[in-house]
């Protein structure tokens, strides 16, 4: 079962358990049922916040496929190349540059 399986199906469950639990209260809650139906709402919030954490940490980590750090990454060193690569062409234009203005000047 992968784990995008498993919170949902807790968050599911969680979800069940809350439902009943509103239905099943009286007009006047105890106290223990008002902390059992506050312990409820929590844990569903925690699964499906734990949930929301695992899809951000796959984004950013990749989990087997390139995340958002290593295609970052990729995309500095590309740019970096093409950076040089420009200043190669940039330089080979200004020795063109120099080289004709020198034969001008001297025919």
């Not at 059992?36 to 951000?56: M, P």
């Not at 940039?90 to 120099?98: I, K, P, Y």
Request: with cysteine; net charge neutral.
């Amino acid at each position: 079962m992968t784990p995008a399986c498993h919170e949902d199906d807790r968050i599911e469950r969680l979800t069940v358990e809350l439902e009943h639990l509103h239905k099943s209260r009286h007009e006047q809650l105890s106290e223990i049922q008002t902390v059992v139906l506050g312990l409820a709402e929590i844990k569903l919030n925690l699964a499906t916040q734990d949930k929301t954490l695992g899809k951000l940490d796959r984004a950013v980590n990749g989990n087997g496929s390139p995340g958002l750090i290593v295609r970052m990454d990729r995309a500095e060193r590309s740019l970096a190349g093409y950076s040089r690569f420009l200043w190669l062409v940039a330089g080979a234009v200004v020795a063109l540059l120099a080289k004709s203005i020198v034969a001008l000047i001297h025919a």
